[in-house]
């Protein structure tokens, strides 16, 4: 078994469809404020690795939005939590670029060494919020070549396309190779 160490249940259950050998360590953990979801990463592995015993992994993601110069990006959970969805379509009224794209970045604390494996999709934002499945951002995301939002997918159609749907087959094979 090899543990998650989060506090959100969407993202574990969305990465127990790609890697069933994985355990979640319920925890909520202080971030650093920082300008790359790389840095937060690496500074949550080495605060958590001395409180959580043996290798784990970690996952961080961001929204980055074209038309917003990449915002709320690294903010994204702040962001989320103070104007959410609907504060977010309206920063978007009346822009025609929607360009946006998901960031997952899952940090793995193997043996005392910090990996960090990435994955993105790209889509746009959507004009309104549509869908009850998933989680955050889903019902105002679009991913590229469909015309539904994440939150009008099943988690396996979601997986199959998403950032950490792509990021967790990569550790899925890292841990095939060296766990
Ligand atoms: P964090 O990775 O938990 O810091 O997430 C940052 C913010 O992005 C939170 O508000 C999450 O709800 C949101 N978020 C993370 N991953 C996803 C996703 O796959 N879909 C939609 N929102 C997400």
New binding site residues.
Partial sequence: MFKLVTH?KNKYEEMKKIISDLEMVSMEYAEIQADTLEEVIDFSLDTLSTVIEGNFII?????FIDALGGFPGVY??YV?KTIGNEGILKLMTSESNRRAY?KTVIGIRFNGINYKLVGICHGTISTKESGNN?????PI?VPEGYTKS?AEMSTEEKNKV???GKAVRKLAAFLERFA
Avoid: Q
């Avoid at 998933?134 to 889903?138: P, S, V």
């Fill in positions: 959100n996952d961080d993601s961001g929204l994204s959970a989320f998901f998933g989680f955050g951002y889903d995301f994440f998403s950032h950490r």
